[in-house]
């Protein structure tokens, strides 16, 4: 665990921000460069995940908040210090797809083709982010005599965040090779819904930071269940429109 990278006078660089901004910038080059393999407008592809890394931020923060808001109401400085970590990847995709809806609709851009384009690199940028939560500590697996010891709750717990990064890193590799090959309008952004919700419904059997609802499973599980059902739906509706058209 390496919360903080260094300190320059009173400036402190945090891990957890630093792997946020590198994730950022790693994944909107890639993007910009697929872009202009697939004849797409590499400018209007780098503003499309400009608004959605802010808008995914802003939402992933505010969904963090409200399933915590009784540390929050306690702290509620706490709300904007984004550098100690707490995001919620529910709320980054309905707040990052509403900001690019919206800046697609805006510049008539192709919406599925647009959003194909951005999936692998936003499973990406969730990889990178991950080491982040392992340098932060957050996001944190159950204890065992197996895992890696953090200094934070002076115990070995499974490192869930290492195992969702190498895990995101694989789904990256899988909707880029998809991406290159031949395939339906919105099938990329499918394969990326029903990818990560199928990782974090299993991942989240390993972590220790959500309370068990309805059945022994966690909010987050009940949600990867809702989205892996609604990728399906849509490629559905996606492949009948190929089929009929």
């Known amino acids: 665990m390496l919360p903080e990278i260094c ?139 197996f895992g890696l010891y953090f200094k934070v709750f002076d115990q070995i717990l499974i490192p869930t965040q290492l195992y969702s990064s190498l895990l995101l890193l694989l789904i990256f590799v899988t909707l880029r090779f998809k991406q290159d090959a031949k395939h339906l309008s919105g099938e990329i952004l499918c394969s990326y819904l029903f990818l990560y919700s199928l990782k974090r419904f299993f991942i989240e059997f390993l972590r220790n930071d959500s309370p068990r609802m309805f059945y022994g499973l966690t909010l987050f599980q009940i949600l990867c269940l809702a989205v892996f059902l609604f990728s399906l739906w849509i490629f559905g509706v996606i492949a009948r429109k190929a089929r009929s058209g």
């Open 7 to 145: 300190r320059i006078g009173v400036f402190t660089i945090y891990s957890y921000g630093l792997m946020l901004v590198l994730a950022f910038f790693v994944c909107t080059y890639l993007a910009a460069l697929q872009a202009k393999k697939e004849q797409m407008d590499s400018e209007q592809i780098f503003n499309l995940c400009l608004y959605v890394f802010i808008f995914g931020i802003i939402g992933s923060r505010v969904f963090y908040v409200l399933i915590n808001a009784r540390f929050y109401l306690h702290n509620p400085l706490e709300i904007i210090m984004l550098w100690h970590g707490g995001m919620a990847w529910f709320g980054g995709l309905i707040f990052g797809a509403s900001g690019a809806i919206l800046f697609i609709k805006k510049h008539k851009m192709n919406l599925l083709r647009s959003l194909d384009l951005l999936s692998p690199f936003i499973a990406l940028g969730q990889a990178i982010g991950r080491i982040g939560c392992l340098l932060n500590g957050c996001c944190f697996g159950r204890e065992s005599e």
